[in-house]
């Protein structure tokens, strides 16, 4: 709006005719030549032209009043920022070289020029414009910051960290150029002079452990976990409640070469420990869930199911504890206390959707069809974009007789599994079931027919209730064809009974 309204009066004072005036001109008060009001119109006309975005418009006013007036360097500058809007680097730095030749004292006219070097990838030329800079600003922090970057973008490492020293000579030791020099000494590979840099903010700042963090991540990249070791013991000395350093000398324990269970038995006292977040204890536990579904010895699952106990004591009113807990039982295939530990973390509202899908699979396996209706409406509620919930109120309103209830959330479902084909084809099979439960055999009979060339010939459920529907229409014998290949797949009493009878 500010950018608009001097616009406005620059535009007012540019349509106005001009007379002769009293005004100050060449440094004394007098009445300003007629002449020289229509040269500052003519460049304003021009700077308009480039605010107001018409950039050509803007480049033929430049070059018009260039030729008419002569050398100007605020005209060349002007020109050159417009050309740089248009995407033209080279006229717009041979347009600011113009401009900075004509007033060397103006830095902003070189400042320009080098972004112009930078941008079009020649940063060792926008080097050397910042160093004239510097030499004309020596004191000027701003150009010394920015001509350390363009030398490491230049390729000049140790250029950059001479101009930071002259730089702390001015500031001080700041985070900011301990830094900047940190990471070039990493980029060059002496990781000591880069703990060094650290190691200034540490003696400036003994109190802040961060910095100490940052010189043990140092040493881990570097593979030097004793002196990563020695950092970490440091930092719990002056931080005794430092989560990141008691898990990191854990990690370090463990990797010594103990077995799983001795590395769980040296868990215990950090899942007691109500100042580690649940974070950091879901995090130690989350590689042991692929090695239970290798197989754990009995003392190792026993361990980590305690942990997940302890984990619920420690952090009560956590979802994440209970989901942590749940989701070790769930792997240890002990699926009733998995259950009851998913149904205190759903009631404290967990906001993973991993919680709810094992919910409802160990339901359906239970064939505790009224909780699963229950619970998976409240999850379709509170995750829509999740297809599971929809299919799992499908199959529960289809085995409590509903199958009107069933096919709306079956339909939503299937929309949503365009990059999940296995559970497209449970969907389509349990579509398939609510239209038989309806007595629509026909439209059953249709519903499976195109599925099966789309891998529903290898889906023991499809095959089956294809069959269903097929022994409903009266093609008994093809029907039975369809239960046995069915058969083969999945074998169950269910359809044995229904080869064995010939029958539903």
């Not at 972004?115 to 010394?144: H, W």
């Not at 570097?222 to 350093?245: F, H, Q, S, T």
């Not at 869930?289 to 190792?300: N, T």
């Not at 939503?412 to 609510?434: E, W």
Request: proline share 5%.
């Amino acid at each position: 709006m500010l950018q608009r309204f001097w616009i406005f009066l620059l535009l007012v004072w540019a349509s106005v005719p001009v007379l002769p005036a009293q005004n100050t001109f060449q440094g004394a008060a007098k009445r300003v030549p007629e002449s020289e009001v229509v040269r500052q119109s003519a460049f304003i006309e021009a700077e308009l032209e480039r605010q107001l975005g018409h950039y050509d418009k803007a480049v033929e006013k430049y070059r018009k009043f260039l030729d008419t007036y002569g050398d100007e360097a605020a005209a060349w500058y002007g020109l050159a920022r417009t050309l740089q809007a248009q995407n033209e680097p080279r006229g717009a730095l041979d347009a600011a070289a113009k401009a900075a030749a004509l007033d060397p004292a103006n830095v902003w006219y070189k400042i320009l020029q080098a972004d112009i070097f930078e941008k079009m990838g020649q940063p060792a030329d926008a080097v050397k414009v910042y160093q004239a800079l510097c030499k004309q600003s020596p004191r000027n922090t701003d150009f010394l910051d920015r001509l350390a970057y363009l030398q490491v973008l230049a390729g000049q490492p140790k250029d950059a960290l001479n101009t930071l020293e002259q730089l702390e000579k001015i500031t001080g030791i700041t985070e900011a150029t301990a830094d900047k020099k940190h990471l070039i000494y990493l980029g060059m590979g002496d990781i000591k002079k880069a703990v060094g840099e650290l190691q200034k903010l540490v003696n400036a700042y003994p109190s802040r452990v961060v910095y100490r963090h940052r010189i043990a991540q140092v040493y881990e990249s570097a593979g030097d976990k004793a002196a990563a070791r020695k950092v970490y013991e440091e930092i719990l000395r002056i931080a005794p409640d430092d989560e990141a350093a008691k898990m990191a000398l854990l990690a370090d324990r463990k990797s010594s070469g103990g077995s799983v269970v001795a590395d769980l038995q040296a868990l215990k006292p950090v899942f007691q420990d109500p100042k580690i977040s649940i974070d950091s204890k879901v995090k130690q536990a989350m590689p042991y869930f692929g090695q239970m579904a290798k197989g754990l010895p009995a003392e190792a699952v026993t361990l980590l199911l305690e942990l997940g106990d302890i984990a619920e004591k420690t952090h009560p009113d956590d979802a994440k504890a209970w989901s942590l807990s749940g989701d070790l039982y769930y792997h240890a295939n002990r699926y009733d206390e998995a259950l009851a530990r998913y149904r205190t973390c759903i009631r404290l509202n967990p906001r993973v959707f991993s919680v709810w899908a094992n919910t409802l699979e160990i339901l359906h396996s239970k064939g505790d069809y009224d909780e699963l209706l229950r619970l998976s409406e409240q999850a379709m509620d509170d995750f829509p974009n999740q297809p599971l919930a929809y299919y799992y109120y499908g199959v529960a309103a289809i085995e409590k007789g509903r199958p009107d209830d069933a096919l709306p959330p079956l339909e939503q479902a299937n929309l949503m599994t365009v990059n999940n084909p296995a559970l497209a084809l449970d969907i389509a099979d349990q579509t398939g079931r609510a239209l038989l439960l309806k007595k629509d055999y026909t439209a059953a009979q249709k519903h499976y027919e195109p599925i099966l060339n789309k891998g529903g010939d290898r889906h023991p459920g499809i095959l089956e209730h294809y069959g269903d529907a097929l022994y409903w229409a009266g093609q008994q014998a093809k029907a039975m064809e369809y239960w046995r290949k069915a058969a083969q797949i999945a074998p169950s009493p269910r359809l044995e009974q229904k080869i064995s009878a010939g029958r539903l």
